[in-house]
């Protein structure tokens, strides 16, 4: 007497399947093509993402982490590293002082200015790297984007510029986009101020760019934005703070909660950081609030790192990954009223060179 199986509900199955952290699914995906185009989709992915704990993903030299916080609304937030095989990696003669890293949606935009100006889009979770096709342009990308096509398809597009001319006065703008491997030229009169704030700082929040730019006239900082949907640039906000002691304070901007953003500056003297957070962007008018004051003298000062730092809030604790000042050991701090906590993430990488914010590669049970 045979036993006959019986099959799972589908909306059960799609649930369990979407516990599971991505290794797991890259090796599924053979196992039928329903799961296959499970994986595939939109709706699938998007609720994966929102599953998974916030992290970073840290890229040094000669390793690679995938570095998950564990608890992080506890009274003792810890870590997961899970170093990331160079297989997974989508090229691994990878000059990183010579490379942006940006991210949007489960997607980061690798540009790079070696390696003949290789750039593409990589998919660490599940081990997917898309070339950008440039047809033997020196093209360089700033950022990564989207326009909303309808309610489950968007089209990813890159922000970036063509190498000048020596014979031309301004900057080629031009836009990417993934899908048709077309360049767009934005007619960008008079763009020198394009090259000379820093687009290459850029941050994706619900499909456009954001980045500092300065204005010459008043000496205020505030954040210049970018619509992919209509290709046009335009002033978003000021900025609650502004530098002092020389330009040498630190401004970090992050995204906030998915619909806003956060601001995280530091003092260079006395290394005391406030963060400070918006309302959600699509109201009319932006308002910035202090959410923190967090006196940290021993925290590294963030103005002296070129490479390898990121923060993001959880509640009303920092999280922020960079080097110590001394020894360029890479670590995670975690900061509130009541913590300063440094917690080493491996003392023989020698190259701390890029830190993103991320969800980790293991979503929450």
Known sequence: MTQTLKQLPWEL????????????????????????????????????FSRSRPGFLFLG?????????????????????????????????????????KACDELLLFNN???????????PWLSQFKVIKKDGAQFNCCGLGYEIIDRTNKVYKILGYFDPDPEEEYTRVAVYEC?????????????????????????????????FSLYAETDEYFIRSFDFSVATFKPFCLLPCQKDDDNRDELLLQVFKEDRFSLLKQNYLTRKIEIWVTNTIYKEEVVWTKMMNLPTTNFPRLFEQFYGKSYFIYDKTLF????????SVP???????????QIHIDSGIFQCCHCVYTPSLFPVP
């Open 113 to 123: 200015r070696y390696l003949n100006g290789l750039s593409g889009l990589w998919n």
């Open 179 to 211: 899908a048709s491997h077309v360049f767009k030229h934005i007619d960008l009169p008079e763009n020198k101020w394009f090259m000379s704030e820093g687009v290459r700082d850029t941050v994706s929040l619900k499909g456009n760019l954001y980045w």
């Open 13 to 48: 199955e799609e649930n369990i399947l979407s516990r599971l952290p991505p290794p797991s699914l890259v090796r599924l995906r053979t196992v039928c093509q329903r799961w296959n185009a499970l994986f595939n989709d939109k709706s699938f992915v998007n609720d994966h």
């Open 331 to 341: 670590c995670i701090y975690i900061v509130r009223e009541d913590l300063c906590k």
């Open 61 to 101: 030299s000669p390793k690679n982490y995938s570095i998950d916080i564990i608890n992080p609304n506890s009274n003792d937030p810890t870590t997961q590293s899970c170093e990331l095989p160079l297989s997974a990696m989508p090229y691994q003669d990878l000059h990183y002082r010579c490379t942006t890293i």
């Open 320 to 327: 922020v990954c960079c080097c110590e000042n001394s020894t």
